[in-house]
């Protein structure tokens, strides 16, 4: 018997602490009896996102229902990401979470099969473009830990691979394997970025879905917790909390970040300027955040500047990183090249992330870094132009700048987004 399902949103004023709190309750009182609990949070990320306080509220109140008759672990759906630092788990989990019970996903290692995706439904999904089976791989304690329910919590919003993240996502990549995780991208990226972005039924979409029906509905017991956020100056709001066993608390979800999470820009930008904010944005892996959620809002001939004061990588791995730095950012039709010459075999999630992160000669890309964390020659070496961060935002400084449209003193035009990896920005010309 399933759930009963519990959607819950508040556009203008957010949910309280009060309504989340009653919200959670409602939840676990459907699951009188429990004895082993497993919540897959997204890492840090995503920390927007709200499920650091989600994940404390509801390990807290298990312990408070079942006392030492609880057994809870936490896994955050790192997928490729490198591990949270314990400053990360700090921020994320405070002391609620003892550490013993937060578990590290190994995406290579640390997976079990399901099944697979046929090649026919790929190659219908994509129109012909990726005519692969692709395998279906979760974290083997999802299938093997012996918990009675598990709770997985994230944000969606829209995201450059699969239009609107989250829902099965937070699985079969968060918890995902090595050929899932890479060729559900190659997928995506074959079909077209700026098609997907920000749409609900994407072909990646498509492929979770296949991979959800089959394999997980009515197999592993879980839950999923979509969030919808804003965020507002340095304040996180929830604005919607959907829960449920089903599709439809991700489809209410999407709906509502569709509304509150894209920004329609009345005319394209001659120069974007985007900040990556540095305890969260690492490397251009992730970093390009700042590339995908603003591209659409950037002429042809234009700029897109990228602040990024914490990147001092490329990838979030060694494998992913030296891949980047051989083959760099060099656009759809060199990389796609290189793939058919069999050069990304085994890797194709790289493949997908350099076509995703080029302009494709559209508009120039400079990465502002630190030297001393990202040199000159390094982010020139994959096809981006390179400015000192220090000195290029005693021009353009975040802390100075408006979220929008920006005149400088001297009458240059620049449109400014603070936290690129919250939306997407989208001019319907």
Request: with cysteine.
């Amino acid at each position: 018997m399933m759930m009963k399902e519990l959607y819950l949103s508040r556009e203008q004023t957010g949910i309280s602490r009060t309504e989340l709190e009653d919200m959670i309750d409602r939840m676990l009182d459907q699951f009188p009896v429990l004895r082993r609990v497993l919540i897959i949070p997204p890492d840090y990320t995503r920390c927007y996102s709200y499920a650091g306080p989600i994940t404390r509220i509801i390990y807290r109140k298990l312990e408070e229902r079942f006392g030492d008759g609880i057994h809870t672990d936490v896994m955050p759906a790192l997928g490729t990401h490198m591990p949270m630092s314990e400053e990360e788990l700090d921020r994320f989990f405070g002391d609620v979470v003892p550490r013993e019970r937060i578990l590290v996903h190994h995406w290579q290692t640390d997976t079990v099969r399901l099944g697979y995706v046929p090649a026919e439904v790929c190659a219908e999904i994509s129109g012909g473009l990726f005519p692969e089976q692709i395998d279906v791989e979760v974290n083997h304690l999802l299938v093997d830990g012996g918990y009675d329910v598990i709770f997985s919590v994230g944000q969606v919003v829209p995201h450059e691979v699969v239009g609107m993240a989250n829902y099965s996502k937070n699985i079969f990549v968060g918890t995902g394997g090595r050929e899932m995780i890479n060729k559900s991208h190659m997928l995506s990226a074959i079909c077209g970025m700026e098609k997907a972005l920000g749409v609900t039924d994407s072909p990646a979409r498509k492929l979770y879905d296949y991979a959800q029906q089959h394999f997980v509905d009515g197999k592993i017991p879980m839950v999923y917790l979509q969030t919808v956020t804003t965020n507002d100056g340095d304040d996180v709001t929830l604005r919607g909390l959907f829960i449920g066993e089903s599709r439809k608390p991700f489809e209410y979800a999407a709906a509502l970040s569709q509304e509150l999470n894209i920004v329609h820009v009345e005319k394209r930008a001659k120069k974007v300027v985007t900040y990556l904010e540095p305890t969260e944005l690492k490397t251009t892996w992730v970093g390009n955040k700042g590339v995908y959620r603003t591209r659409m809002i950037i002429e042809d001939g234009g700029e897109l500047l990228v602040l990024a004061p914490g990147v001092r990588a490329f990838g979030e791995n060694e494998e992913m990183d030296k891949m980047t730095r051989t083959y760099g950012y060099t656009g759809t039709e060199h990389i796609l090249e290189l793939y058919r010459q069999g050069v990304f075999e085994g890797r194709l999630m790289a493949a997908a992330h350099l076509m995703q992160g080029s302009s494709e000669g559209r508009f120039t890309i400079t990465y502002a870094t630190k030297p001393e964390l990202m040199s000159k020659e390094e982010i020139e070496s994959v096809g981006y132009r390179w400015a000192d961060y220090d000195e290029i935002t005693k021009r353009y400084d975040p802390a100075s700048l408006k979220e929008g449209w920006n005149t400088l003193p001297d009458g240059e035009e620049i449109y400014y987004v603070g936290t690129p990896a919250v939306g997407l920005w989208k001019c319907d010309d």
